[in-house]
C-alpha cells in the first residue's frame, strides 16, 4: 500500500529537498508526508495575541486578515520556509472543527525554540519576558546537557527555548 | 492597527511561503527569530501516540528514547527540515515545566498539513483514518476555496489537512 514505506531512510523519503530550499514531496496515494505547514494556536483575545507575538518578539505579521468571515480572522506568521504560525480564536478553531471550545491547557503541547548559545537563550527569555510573557520556569541547566527555560504566551501556551549542544543549527 | 486588513482573499493570505532553504539566523541580543525547532505533543499513553504517528501514518522514529530518565521517555520525528515532532507525556511536560497537568483540550491548536491536491487530502485522511485518528470533519470546500478535513490523534490532538490552490507546495 505503501510506495514510500517505513524501511525507505528518511534520507530517501525526503530526496530532492536541497540546497534549491524547500520541496518536500506532495503526498501521494496512501502516504501521509511528515509535515507540518501551519501552526494554529488557539487564543482567546486575538489582538493581545497579535500584540504579543508581533510588537512583543518582534515577529512580521501583515495583521489580523479575515474579520469580513464570520470567524474568519486571523493573523499569520511566517516562521522558517515552509511553515507559518497563526494565531485564530479558540471558538473559531470550535466553530470550524464542529467541536466544543476547550479549556486553556499548558500541558497539551510545548513550542521549541532552538537557540545556538546559553546567552541566546537568555536574550529570548528576556525579550518574551519584556513582551509580557509569564515566564514559567528561568533558564537553568537541563539534566540533558543543556540550557533551557519556559514561557507561556498570553494564552498559555508553552514555549521552551532551548540550547541544546549536540543541536547544529545551521549557518 | 493592522497594515493590511480584510480585502485580500483567504487564498492569497495563504499564499507566498517562502522557496528558500531553511537558513534562520541565530538569535542576537534582544531578538527572537521567528521559529520553531520542535513540537512536542502532549500525551496519555506513549506508546499508543508512537504506534499511531509510526505504524498508522508511517513517520520513521528511533521510537522511544529516554526511559532510563525519570520523565524522559520521548520519541522524536523528523518533519521538514529544521523542524521535528516529538511525543511526551503530558505529565512529563508538567513536571519539567513546574506546572499542573491539563486536560485534553482540541481547541488549543491546530497542526496544518497541506498537500498538493484534493486527492491528496482524501487519501491522507483515509490513512488517518486507517491508523485510528477519529475523522472530525470529513473533507469538504472551505469558504476560501480550499478543500479540507480535520481528524484527531489519539490524544485528541487536532489535524487539518489542507489542499489551498493558492499555496505552491514545490514540485
Known sequence: MDPVGADLPQSQVWAGVGAVGYA???ST?????PRLTVLTLGVDDLRAAV??????????????VGEEFEHGAVAFFDL????????????????????????????EMT?????????????????AERAGARIVKPAADTFWGG??????????HLWEVVWNPAWELGP
Do not use: C, K
Open 29 to 33: 496515494e496512501g502516504v501521509v508526508q
Open 51 to 64: 500584540r504579543f507575538y508581533r510588537d512583543g518578539l518582534g515577529w512580521r505579521t501583515d495583521g489580523i
Open 147 to 156: 540550557y533551557a527555560g519556559y514561557f507561556q504566551d498570553p494564552d498559555g
Open 111 to 127: 513550542l521549541g525554540h532552538n537557540v545556538g548559545s546559553r546567552e541566546a537563550v537568555d536574550d529570548a527569555m528576556a525579550r
Open 24 to 26: 518536500a514531496p506532495i
Open 80 to 107: 522558517q520556509p515552509g511553515l507559518r504560525l497563526a494565531l485564530w480564536p479558540r471558538r473559531s478553531i470550535a466553530h470550524d472543527a464542529g467541536l466544543p471550545v476547550g479549556p486553556a491547557s499548558a500541558t
